[in-house]
């Protein structure tokens, strides 16, 4: 996989996107690169750390600059959307050559604040607005996008070659609470018969930014442990009884990697991508399960088409006999009253080219699309959308 340095990798997806955007429908061609994952190292806190992202890279000669009247679309927000959100970005290109996305994956507070500022035209979050926050952004609209898996991630390497470790809701939560501090403790051997546990210490990896990975992951745990929920709580930043922090899915991920005997959580596409083994959880029916698509669409499903008016709901710990307990929607943020008419008409365009032509991106990267009634919901927002008070033309 290559490796590229935080400035070059910046300079590539900059390139990319530009030299996208200057293309015309009439001459645009597929694209010279089809997009590949590669590893950005950079530093977090002293600490190097591996961001897996996605690019293409453009020929020099492809690069043209934007064209005349192009429009800069600017995000900031989650990481757990990130792969998504960069492919979606790169093949709208083909669609809209006019439009260039620029998103920070900073997390979704950092996505929260800035949407709440107006300082990005739309934010990514992967934790549900509280009363507070939306009485600070009058006017926003949380829209659900697709649904992922956020999975406990592990680094031992005396369970490098065995089966893939197993872990239900009170293991899971007393090793986050620091309960739990070593591998071969009675609760995890009792779930897991067949792995030969080391006598090592557990080190527990969170994140340390503003996340709404850590909001769905403290929301199932406070809904599977009264201790969590009366110590710890809810949130997309919480105090962490123990661990280490790591910044984003990216640092998360990296410090695991890092570290023999770590534990963490991260969306399921980054786990995969760097090559994490990723636990299998017993769910609230008993069973043990693990981490798909299949398994996310059925925690979907599990609470099925309804949805408040804010479009966003909770959907860990599902029910469902085959439902993965740790899964959430991801939602885009944007004012339902835009000012920029232009920029309004191009932002719900593309909402609505993500939702139907995007969704083969969402499945290749290991995301789950909306199913129709939700996106249905969604499209009814959408067809609400105004500009200065007036119907977008």
């Known amino acids: 996989m290559r490796k590229l340095s935080p400035f070059l990798a910046i300079f590539v997806i900059a390139s990319t996107l530009l030299a996208a955007c200057a293309q015309s429908p009439a001459s645009t061609q597929a694209p010279a690169a089809e997009p590949q994952i590669v590893e950005v190292t950079r530093i977090v806190q002293g600490t190097p750390v591996v961001e897996t992202v996605v690019v293409t890279v453009v020929p020099p000669e492809a690069t043209q600059g934007p064209s005349a009247g192009s429009i800069q679309m600017n995000g900031a927000g989650a990481t757990f959307p990130f792969p998504l959100y960069s492919r979606w970005f790169y093949e709208y290109a083909f669609v809209d050559p006019s439009v260039k996305f620029n998103y920070q ?99 527990v990896v969170h994140r340390s930014d503003g996340s709404g990975t850590t909001f769905i992951f403290t929301d199932y745990l406070s809904s599977v442990s009264e201790e969590w929920k009366n110590s710890v709580g809810q949130g997309t930043s919480v105090e962490w009884p123990v661990g280490l922090g790591g910044k984003g899915n990216e640092g998360v991920a990296g410090t695991i990697s890092q570290n023999d005997g770590a534990i963490g959580y991260v969306e399921l596409a980054y786990a995969k991508q760097n090559k994490l083994a990723i636990a299998k959880m017993v769910n609230a029916a008993g069973n043990m399960v693990e981490a798909s698509s299949e398994t996310t669409q059925n925690a979907m499903a599990d609470f099925g088409g309804e949805m408040p008016d804010i479009l966003a709901r909770s959907i860990v710990n599902a029910p469902g006999e085959n439902s993965w307990p740790i899964a959430g929607y991801t939602y885009l943020l944007i004012y339902m009253d835009q000012t920029d008419c232009i920029k309004a008409k191009k932002l719900v365009d593309f909402i609505r080219w993500a939702l139907i032509d995007g969704s083969q991106y969402a499945t290749e990267l290991e995301y789950v699309p909306l199913p129709d009634n939700v996106r249905e919901l969604v499209f009814a927002k959408l067809d609400q959308v105004t500009c200065n008070g007036q119907p977008l033309e």
Do not use: C, H, R
């Not at 009485?135 to 926003?140: D, E, L, N, R, T």
């Not at 829209?143 to 005396?158: C, D, I, K, R």
């Not at 197993?166 to 018969?193: C, H, R």
């Open 105 to 203: 994956s900073i997390g979704s507070g950092g996505g929260i604040k800035q949407i709440t500022a107006k300082t990005v035209d739309f934010a990514g979050s992967d934790a549900i607005l509280n009363e507070e926050q939306f009485a600070a952004a009058p006017g926003i609209q949380m829209l659900p996008s697709v649904a992922g898996a956020v999975v406990p991630t592990y680094n031992v390497s005396e369970l490098a070659e065995q089966e893939a470790l197993v872990l239900d809701a009170a293991a899971l939560s007393n090793i986050f609470l620091g309960k739990i501090t070593k591998w071969n403790d009675p609760a995890i051997a009792a779930l897991n018969p067949n792995l030969t546990l080391p006598d090592k210490d557990i080190i």
